[in-house]
């Protein structure tokens, strides 16, 4: 039987959110700085408070009115279970990412995602899903591959929403340990730090709708590209 015929529970679902946004999922998260390594030869990141000060300025500028944005709209698509929405949300993924690395890893953790989602879960919207990265009429970016998953799987929206924005801060808080370093304990304290602006940023991402989607971030697609030519990198984008 599938579990997820059933309404989940509480911790049910707490549960869910913890999977898919472990850091341990086999996705390849791990492998991809976003742009920070960039930022960090360049001199531009360089210590705790610099680092909090990205960290808060990608979650404010750039994940809110891309990615986590894109989440929140892939999840209603899949409510309503409208294809057509969500292959065009998709589309303009492919678009908006102007740096080749950060578009290609998109579609690689986005592929991955769902492959290992397609093993776990019986449900026909999903396999279509699926269909259509196999005949190349999807990229499956992850953003979308998330908030349709998390839709499935019935996670309230606004907590689906609020994990992504929390597994990208720590996301980033890992990288910036390694790259500029820090210590665990600042990385902890950035983290912590971020939380009260991760709820608030969740809050009004729920009130954007889809002309919103795409707000440039100009500074750090440069980077992003930039990155392709660095002298020595440790990540991949």
Do not use: W
């Amino acid at each position: 039987m599938n579990k997820n015929t059933t309404k989940p529970t509480e911790l049910g679902s707490l549960i869910e959110i913890l999977h898919i946004t472990d850091p341990t999922l086999p996705i390849g998260g791990f492998s991809h700085s976003n742009g920070l390594e960039t930022y960090v030869q360049q001199n531009l990141v360089k210590n705790a408070s610099s680092t909090q000060e990205f960290v808060e300025s990608m979650l404010k500028n750039n994940y809110k009115y891309n990615d986590a944005l894109a989440v929140k709209l892939a999840y209603e698509f899949t409510v309503e279970k409208n294809m057509d929405e969500i292959l065009k949300l998709d589309n303009e993924c492919q678009a908006l990412k102007a740096p080749r690395e950060v578009r290609e890893a998109s579609q690689k953790l986005g592929t991955r995602l769902i492959k290992i989602y397609a093993a776990l879960l019986v449900d026909p919207f999903l396999n279509q899903i699926n269909e259509h990265i196999e005949q190349k009429e999807m990229q499956g970016h992850y953003s979308v591959i998330y908030g349709i998953i998390t839709s499935l799987l019935k996670i309230d929206k606004e907590k689906s929403t609020c994990a992504f924005l929390y597994n990208a801060a720590v996301a980033m808080v890992t990288n910036a340990v390694k790259l500029v370093p820090l210590g665990q304990t600042d990385g902890q304290q950035i983290i912590y730090n971020v939380q009260g602006l991760i709820e608030d940023i969740t809050s009004e991402i729920m009130e954007l709708n889809s002309e919103m989607l795409g707000v440039c971030n100009t500074a750090l697609d440069i980077k992003c590209m930039q990155h392709e030519h660095l002298y020595s990198r440790l990540y991949m984008s």
